[in-house]
């Protein structure tokens, strides 16, 4: 998810020669992992229900398979140089289920301890029972989530800089689309026709555009030529574009008649007043070792008038101090998916100053973090549902409202 002034990619800081990794450290890593993930359902669904032997055996034997089964699938399913995606939508779907299983089994486990203490008998198979029926539930109310057009969230966002002329522009922000191994062509086609219907003065795509190539999300992408806009639509790169042709996916976007926002900006005229609407890559641009890209605020921002109002697109909300040092009015984030799969949003926060909404930092600059408009590997979403943001621009605002 490398800051501005990382080392250039094949180059070591001099006097600080680079360790590699050792492999046996990093397959010691994922074993532990995929151990920790299995063992409470296990334990919960099965070693501690005083099921027969040949249950408790069966339920350890099919979740030792997937989990020796699930690196595999994953390396099969995600290589660049894939061509079939069964593998994918098998080991993304099943880490999803894992993961459902895992948070349920924690809390059904949590359950049997309380009713251990109240000296409840034989609750051991009640609680397995209700945990795989809990998690049965979350899974399908999850994919349902997941694969269902996004709901509109509306909000108000006041910029003090703005000029009257541009009080009341609707920008609309899609991010984090996922195109990717299951076919969402017709999920694509509905959010198009959702986004036309909110007639729209500016729309944004905050990055994570697909996960594969331009080639291999051609037809997921198409209905994105059909969006309408006033005034402009505008693309950023994100950190997946970097592990599927960046730049194919700058020239797709192009092609669909979005403007690329590679480190640069445009100029949007309304009523009369101005507003600057840059883009950057994503900070992991650099590190990519792909010419050309890395994340340039100075250079989006070059040439632009320093009184007109800047909004901005950097696909990650962490970009923001940076962003708030150089006066930005608004930036316009995704990323964190709101965390997709309720209890992962503790783990986004480790690395992110804002998981969903509207954020205040500094003096002068707002954060838009959007939830995102699809998802990203598992097709579920628990407790962070997506969305089709659509900000309408004010001019002033009551600082009583003001963000905390």
């Known amino acids: 998810m490398t800051e501005a002034g990382a080392t250039a990619p094949g180059r070591q800081r001099a006097g600080r020669p680079r360790r590699p990794r050792s492999a046996a450290r990093r397959i010691a890593v994922l074993v532990g992992v995929l151990v920790l993930l299995g063992l409470p359902p296990w334990w919960t669904l099965f070693g501690a229900a005083g099921w027969p032997r040949p249950v408790v055996v069966g339920g350890a034997v099919a979740i030792l398979g997937w989990l020796v089964a699930f ?8 290589r660049p140089d894939r061509r079939d995606d069964r593998a994918a939508r098998v080991a993304d779907t099943g880490l999803g289920v894992m993961w459902v299983l895992f948070t349920c089994s924690v809390l059904g486990a949590l359950a049997d301890a309380v009713l251990g203490l109240l000296d409840v008998g034989g609750a051991g198979r009640v609680v397995a029972v209700a945990v795989a029926l809990l998690a049965a539930a979350v899974l399908a109310w999850g994919h349902h989530e997941a694969m269902r057009v996004p709901r509109v969230r509306e909000v108000e966002v006041h910029l003090p800089r703005l000029g009257a002329g541009l009080d009341g522009t609707r920008v609309v922000v899609l991010a984090d689309t996922h195109y990717g191994p299951i076919d969402r062509a017709a999920w694509s086609a509905r959010v198009t026709a959702a986004v036309n219907v909110l007639d729209p003065d500016l729309v944004v795509h905050a990055g994570d555009i697909a996960d594969g190539t331009p080639e291999q999300r051609r037809e997921q992408s198409a209905p994105l030529g059909a969006v309408r806009a006033r005034l402009a639509r505008v693309y950023v790169t994100g950190n997946h574009e970097y592990g599927s042709e960046a730049q194919g996916w700058l020239d797709r976007m192009a092609e669909l008649g979005w403007e690329a926002l590679h480190n640069r900006h445009l100029v949007l005229e309304r009523g009369g007043d101005r507003l600057v609407v840059a883009g950057v890559d994503d900070v992991t641009a650099e590190s990519s070792g792909l010419a050309g890209h890395r994340t340039d605020l100075s250079g989006a921002l070059a ?19 940076q962003a708030a040092a150089a006066g930005v009015d608004l930036q316009i984030s995704g990323h964190t998916h709101g965390g997709q799969i309720w209890p992962f949003h503790h783990l986004v926060r480790l690395d992110q100053p804002v ?3 509207l954020s205040h930092h500094g003096e002068r600059t707002r954060l838009y973090t959007s939830r995102g408009t699809g998802f990203w590997g598992p097709p579920f979403r628990v407790f962070a549902p997506s969305e089709i943001s659509l900000l309408t621009l004010r001019q002033e605002r009551d600082s009583s409202h003001r963000p905390g």
């Not at 690196?71 to 995600?78: D, E, K, Q, R, V």
């Not at 320093?306 to 950097?314: F, M």
Request: no cysteine; aromatic share 6%; charged share 10%.
């Open 71 to 78: 690196p595999f699938l994953m390396l099969a399913g995600h």
């Open 303 to 321: 040439g632009a008038d320093p009184e007109l109002p800047v909004l901005l697109v950097a696909h990650q909300p962490k970009f923001v101090p």
């Open 355 to 357: 998981l969903q909404g």
